[in-house]
Structure formats: structure tokens, C-alpha cells
């Protein structure tokens, strides 16, 4: 780390001041009081704001490129569940110190995530205190066509996208709660904590197929019963259908494996709910993205959230992610 101090001023003008060279519909950015932003015409402003606190929401010791990249890769997310495309985002950044080293970092890795979402950075805040992130994420959406939570129906099928459990065996490993003795399983986990990977393009495929959408931040079983209760039905899930990769399987057993699945929370995947004859179509789209698909229940009528495994019951953790817990 670079140990020269710098000004609030010189920061942002060095780290966070760049064009918005490929998007017109920044009318003022970055450096006046706030932003002016252009709208397309017949859409709707969506906005999601996410804070990261070191020590609680990754190690202290992680790469500053890695922070970068998920405090947007966690925005990012939340649009993806809507359906939206991400457009504009803002920045309150709390440091220690203002060091060049670790902001060089930092900025590369939120910047290189814009870049490739085509989002423009346009305002924020600096100030001094312990290590503190805040996005807030601005998009749109073609009026009236956004994905919801509560638009679900019974019989609906329960989908999700990627992987699950790998981003809490990126934590563990990273944090040497785990070890592993298959090194690339171990790479490409603690990767996968590090670098989540928002479903942007999936999520607006999904628009208009998918009858509701949410992403699992805080673990299936944390999620689950919001997603649920929005539609006012009873969630299914055989908790044998899961999806779970190669790299997890290779490093914990299968009864770990389905924990973290269910309740370490950070896979930022998407949950969905599809009608049983619009199935085909969601498939289509993550073959068309390499990206897995999997079928893990239904909703039916009733509440609540009813796992089985292998036919029989089964002792779901009661939680995921809580921050007050």
C-alpha cells in the first residue's frame, strides 16, 4: 500500500472522475452538487442502494479490486432481479485514510464492472472514518413491465440461476476456516466470493417470462420466505435438486455443501418463479449465456416453506444472512 496521503478533492478528480464517454444521457456528473440524468422516454426509474462494511461484509484483508467490484456487483444484482437495465450509479465512500495504493484498487475493480454494464459513475460522497461502502444504483425499465417479487402464481415452477453455497466456501477458504487440498476448486471458490457475478442480461431476458424475481443474497433459506410470502403461496423445494458445483462438492461433503447452499448467503443468483409452459424459454436464455438453470420446487397454495429430501422432510437451517443476528 501506498502510504501518501491525499485531499478529498485530489481523490476523486484521480480515482473517481471519468467520462461517461458511451452514455448521452448524463446531462452532469460527476463534481456539482448532483447529478442531472435523462430518463428514455416511457420508463420507469429503478434504484437500489447496498452498503459494505469491512469486517462485516468481507474481510479486512481482502484485495481492494475485489471490494470495488462487488460493492457494484451487489447493485448490479438488484436490478438484475427487477428486469432492469442499470444505467447510473453514485458512490459514498468512508476510508481510514485516503491512500493512493488501495484506491487505485478500489476504483479499478468498481469502474472495470461499470465499463462492462455500461454504467456511469455520476456523484458521491468522501469522508473519514472506518471502511464503509455505499452504492446506490440507478436504472429503467420499460413502464409497467418490471419483475416483482409478489407477481407469482400456484403452480408456478421455483428456479435458479448459477451455483449455490460456492461464494460461503470462497469465505471460508479466504478466511482460513476451510482448507482445501484440491488448490483450483479452492481458486475458483474463493473467486467466486470475491468477483460475484450480477445476472444482468439473464434478469432482463427474464422480463416478461418469469412471473416473479428475486436475488439470493442472504441465502435460499433467508430468501425463500420473503419471495413466498410476496405472492401470498406455500414454497416447495427438494433440497436433492439443488445446484451445486464440482468445486464445492470437491472440498466439503455433500451435507456442507447443501448448508451453504441454503444459508452462507453472497451467491447473488436469481430465484425465479415461471409458469410450467414458459420453462423452455428461461432455459434457452441460460444456454444462450452458459449459464446453469435449475428447477428446485414449485409454489402451490398455502404459506410457508416445505423442504424434503429424497422424498422425506427435511430440517432446512430457520435463516440465512441476517446482519442483527
Known sequence: MNDAPLGEFDLIDRF???PAASRTDVILGVGDDAALLRLPPHTELVAAVDTLVAGRHFPHHCAPRSIGHRALAVNLSDLAAMGATPAWAT???TLPRADAGWLGGFSAGLLDLARIHDVALVGGDTTAGPLTISVQILGHVAAGTALRRGGARAGDLLAVTGTLGDSGAGLALATDRLVAHDP???????ERFDYPTPRVEFGAAARGVASAAMD????????LPKFARASGLAAHVDVGRLPLSPALQSVVAPAQAREWALAAGDDYELLLAVAPQRRDELEAVARRLALNFAVIGELRPGNGVHWTHDGAPFAAPSHGFDHFR
Open 16 to 18: 473517481f472522475s471519468r
Open 184 to 190: 483450483v476448486a479452492a481458486t475458483a471458490l474463493i
Open 216 to 223: 439470493i443474497s442472504d441465502g435460499l433459506a433467508g430468501d
Open 91 to 93: 458512490l459514498a465512500l
